[in-house]
């Protein structure tokens, strides 16, 4: 039996109504899950920042665009 292990993600987001929220904690086994468990909570609110934790230390979550340029290169 394999134990799932979650990661704590720290978001910054613009809620549907235009007020930005920061330091949003939330837990998931990779980041797509806690964004997932995000939208439940806010609606149509827009991800401005995303920064991963592991333990104590802070880990930034590469962008799309970022991973894209490193391809590119």
């Known amino acids: 039996m394999q134990s799932?292990?979650?990661?704590k993600y720290a978001f910054r987001i613009?809620?549907?109504l235009g007020v930005v929220v920061d330091n949003?904690?939330?837990?998931?086994?990779d980041e797509y899950d806690a964004q997932r468990k995000l939208r439940?909570?806010?609606?149509?609110?827009?991800i401005?920042?995303?920064v991963?934790?592991?333990?104590?230390?802070?880990i930034p979550v590469a962008s799309f665009e970022?991973?894209?340029?490193?391809i590119v290169r």
């Open 4 to 7: 799932h292990q979650f990661i």
């Open 14 to 16: 613009r809620t549907r």
């Open 24 to 29: 949003l904690m939330i837990h998931g086994r």
């Open 40 to 46: 439940q909570v806010y609606h149509d609110c827009q």
């Open 48 to 50: 401005i920042e995303c």
């Open 52 to 58: 991963c934790h592991h333990g104590s230390v802070r």
């Open 66 to 70: 970022e991973v894209a340029n490193l």
